[in-house]
């Protein structure tokens, strides 16, 4: 694993670490900041008092937990911020996002509570268009995400030209309840872990949506209250 550290000036002149770590054979890009916000206590204040975490068991939703929208503001300062970075970093046109969500979510799901997709590592897009921003507001003995590589493909990006072969490959295990009631964390006999980031209070992580990931889950830590949880705030970029 390559990566490079510089410093950088946000939030009204407050220096911050900016780390890019190239992971697995395919050398992807993660960027790692910490130290993000000013005012990360502010934003934990937010959901208890405003938010609304509720829980989605849709067959099709990958996310095994509790979930709530941001506030606009969080979002609009959030990619202000990022722009110049992701411009440098992935070369996209920064200027023309078609997407930009945010939500809270906090991870609340027994393992025995998991569908069959959220056994195994997941991408949240093919677009090499779109990127994935995680803000950790929570601290250890949480955990934090976990990247993989598809042990039959090798692939550790699922892209529109390699996603029919993946899942060709892939679905047959889902459809035999291979995987048992566990969380990917460490991998298994399909998926290799490649990398991994580890939770800081204030942490916030970039990767593309493509990458195959998961986030690295102890049961025994799991709390559906958001001051004692595993909170983090997401955000899709789409261009």
């Known amino acids: 694993m390559n990566c490079n550290k ?12 900016v780390e890019v ?3 697995g054979n395919e050398e992807t890009k993660i960027i790692i900041i910490d130290g993000f916000s000013r005012s990360p206590n502010d934003l ?4 208890i008092t405003q938010g609304n975490l509720a829980c989605n ?7 095994p937990g509790v979930t709530c929208p941001s506030e606009a503001s969080y979002t609009d300062t959030l990619y202000k911020v ?3 970075i992701i411009k440098e970093v992935y070369k996209l046109p920064v200027a023309y996002p078609t997407r930009l969500e945010s939500t809270y979510a906090m991870v609340t799901f027994d393992p025995s509570e998991l569908n069959q997709d959220q ?3 997941h991408y949240d897009s093919i677009s090499t268009g779109q990127l994935a921003v995680l803000h950790y507001l929570c601290e250890p003995p949480f955990e934090g995400t976990a990247f993989y590589r598809h042990k039959e493909t090798g692939y550790e990006t699922i892209t529109r030209h390699r996603k029919e072969h ?6 047959p295990k889902l459809k035999s309840s291979h995987y048992g009631d566990k969380y990917a964390n460490n991998g298994n006999n ?6 991994n980031v580890d939770v800081k209070f204030n942490r916030l992580i970039i990767y593309p949506s493509k990458l195959l990931h998961s986030s690295m889950i102890n049961p025994e830590h799991l709390s559906s209250d958001p001051l004692k949880g595993r909170l983090t705030l997401r955000t899709f970029i789409t261009y």
């Open 119 to 121: 056994r195994i590592p």
């Open 190 to 195: 399909e998926y290799e872990k490649i990398a």
């Open 6 to 17: 510089n410093k950088l000036y946000i939030n009204n002149n407050i220096e911050v670490e």
């Open 21 to 23: 770590r190239k992971i």
């Open 166 to 171: 993946y899942w060709s490959f892939a679905e």
């Open 44 to 47: 934990i204040d937010y959901v």
């Open 82 to 84: 990022l722009k110049p």
């Open 57 to 63: 068991k849709r067959d099709n939703n990958f996310y």
